[in-house]
Each structure stands twice: as C-alpha cells, then as structure tokens.
C-alpha cells in the first residue's frame, strides 16, 4: 500500500492504493526461464511450440495449465 495516496495522471488524490506497474502480454509472449528468474514478454515470438514454434510462449503456458 502507498503511505500517502495515489496520482492520477497528475493530480493527486486520498485514496490508498497498491504500487503496481501494467505489462503487455499476450498469448505469443515468450517465456523463459534464466539463472532462477521466470519472465514474462514483453517480446514477441510469433507461434507458440504447440504450433510448431521454437520457444515456449504464454500460450504453452495455458495449455500446461
């Protein structure tokens, strides 16, 4: 939680709220796993490995799942 509230744009407001930062994803979002740190995109890899693609993106991701 913020200590102080939040900014809108540039004005600020009272309300609490949680630091987050937005990602955009998608299905074709490669995903790897180096030195114990899984990421996420943001890069593009076009078909997944499911589709005869060469590296594993979100989507193979949700078909594991």
């Known amino acids: 939680?913020?200590?102080n509230g939040v900014?809108?744009?540039e004005y600020p407001c009272a309300v609490r709220s949680f630091a987050v930062t937005s990602v955009?994803?998608?299905g074709e979002s490669v995903v790897r796993f180096?030195?114990?740190n899984l990421?996420?995109?943001?890069?593009r890899v076009?078909?997944?490995v499911a589709l005869g693609g060469v590296e594993p993106?979100?989507?193979d991701?949700?078909?594991v799942l």
């Open 1 to 3: 939680m913020t200590k």
């Open 7 to 9: 900014s809108i744009r």
């Open 24 to 26: 955009g994803i998608g």
């Open 34 to 36: 180096k030195n114990g």
């Open 39 to 43: 990421t996420v995109g943001p890069e």
């Open 46 to 48: 076009g078909p997944s």
């Open 57 to 59: 993106t979100l989507g």
């Open 61 to 63: 991701a949700l078909i």
